[in-house]
């Protein structure tokens, strides 16, 4: 099982979404910023490491707040944990991304989100996580 962190950025009541490009697996899809936690690793210091890496940003981790596995149709698993990042300091830069936005919540189930996502999004458009 893959284990992933993905983070919530929230600024001005707003949360920051990320469109993978045409060369990743599952090419186009929106999914909160974040990556594999690598062997050793604890997953904080994963979640600041990839917001480094993709955003170039030097993130407060916040906490944890909600943890999910989901399997593909595949048979692929992955163990999710999302953080919520309320600051970081250097500005915000988009890496790796084809596109990034800032989006209101209850205007997130319009976007293509990753599979793997969708329960979150629900839940955060609805007002029941932050």
């Given at each position: 099982m893959k284990r992933v962190v993905a983070a919530?950025?929230?600024?001005?009541?707003k949360i920051l979404v990320c469109q993978r490009t045409r060369h990743q697996t599952m090419?186009?899809?929106w999914e909160?910023?974040?990556g594999k936690i690598e062997e050793g690793e604890q997953p904080r210091d994963a979640m600041h490491r990839?917001?480094?890496e993709e955003l170039g940003i030097d993130a407060t981790i916040g906490d944890e707040v909600t943890r999910m596995r989901h399997e593909y149709p595949n048979g692929a698993s992955v163990e999710l944990r999302f953080f919520v990042v309320r600051e970081y300091a250097r500005e915000l830069e988009n890496r790796i991304f084809r596109d990034i936005q800032w989006v209101n919540p209850p205007d997130l189930p319009s976007y293509d989100f990753l599979?793997?996502?969708l329960k979150l999004v629900q839940d955060l458009?609805?007002?029941k996580i932050l």
């Amino acid at each position: 099982m893959k284990r992933v962190v993905a983070a919530l950025i929230c600024k001005d009541g707003k949360i920051l979404v990320c469109q993978r490009t045409r060369h990743q697996t599952m090419p186009l899809k929106w999914e909160f910023p974040g990556g594999k936690i690598e062997e050793g690793e604890q997953p904080r210091d994963a979640m600041h490491r990839e917001l480094e890496e993709e955003l170039g940003i030097d993130a407060t981790i916040g906490d944890e707040v909600t943890r999910m596995r989901h399997e593909y149709p595949n048979g692929a698993s992955v163990e999710l944990r999302f953080f919520v990042v309320r600051e970081y300091a250097r500005e915000l830069e988009n890496r790796i991304f084809r596109d990034i936005q800032w989006v209101n919540p209850p205007d997130l189930p319009s976007y293509d989100f990753l599979e793997a996502d969708l329960k979150l999004v629900q839940d955060l458009a609805a007002g029941k996580i932050l």
